[in-house]
């Protein structure tokens, strides 16, 4: 059974890079598109952005000038980076699975809450 | 980016009663839709895809409908553990993006 596990800090300065590390454990990233997705505290949800394992990524516009997703050098690792963060990035991040190809996402992860205070 | 609008914000439903929960989309997304159940303090959980196909292990009680740019989640008899937000996701087009959340609570 795959399951999926955020890791990282938990409080960010601003102008910092957040890092966040997603273990898949049960399985390996050698199939499927994996994503990440956040949510402010009290608000819905924003997707980030995609990975395949053969590297091949697609961002949110909106957020595309300040995000990297790579895998890790272990099969089973992927990571999120964003640059130059606010207060406004403040938020629950998860990382999912999309279940076939591209559509929708059938595991996630518990989430990891970022703080960006300083 | 393709808008998704769901309603009403908050339903009021007893326990046993059946519910209904609207989304639509700014344009077609054809049947690339899902629909999550989010718990407090918890992830997201696939309840649909493909508009009205049920995830592994999600009770009957659950159906979804529509295509293009009307969609519906039906709970045809509320228990307990089903009040939570609930989310509609379309995946035809990028970004991908989500319906703002109905929050359904015990009337």
């Known amino acids: 059974q795959v399951q999926l596990q955020e890791s990282g800090p938990g409080l960010v300065k601003p102008s910092e890079t957040l890092s966040l590390t997603c273990t898949v454990s049960?399985?390996?990233?050698?199939?499927?598109?994996w994503s990440w997705i956040r949510q402010p505290p009290g608000k819905g949800l924003e997707w980030i952005g995609y990975?395949?394992?053969?590297?091949?990524?697609n961002y949110n516009p909106a957020l595309r000038s300040r995000t990297t997703i790579s895998a890790g050098t272990s099969m089973n690792r992927f990571s999120l980076k964003l640059s130059s963060v606010t207060a406004a990035d403040t938020a629950v991040y998860y990382c999912?699975?999309?279940?076939?190809?591209?559509?929708?996402?059938?595991?996630w992860g518990q989430g990891t809450m970022v703080t960006v205070s300083s | 980016e393709i808008v998704m609008t769901q309603s009403p914000a908050t339903l009021s439903v007893s326990p046993g009663e059946r519910a209904t929960l609207s989304c639509r989309a700014s344009?077609?997304?054809?049947?690339?839709l899902a629909w999550f159940q989010q718990k407090r303090g918890q992830a997201p959980r696939l309840l649909i895809y493909s508009a009205s196909s049920r995830a592994t292990g999600i009770p009957a009680r659950f159906s979804g409908s529509g295509s293009g740019t009307e969609f519906s989640l039906t709970i045809s008899s509320l228990q307990s553990e089903d009040f939570a937000v609930y989310y509609c996701q379309q995946y035809s087009n990028w970004p991908l993006t989500f319906g703002g959340g109905t929050k359904v609570v015990i009337k």
């Open positions: 049960g399985g390996s990233i050698n199939s499927h598109y």
């Open positions: 344009q077609s997304v054809s049947s690339n």
């Open positions: 999912a699975r999309h279940k076939n190809n591209l559509d929708a996402f059938d595991i």
């Open positions: 990975l395949y394992y053969s590297g091949f990524t």
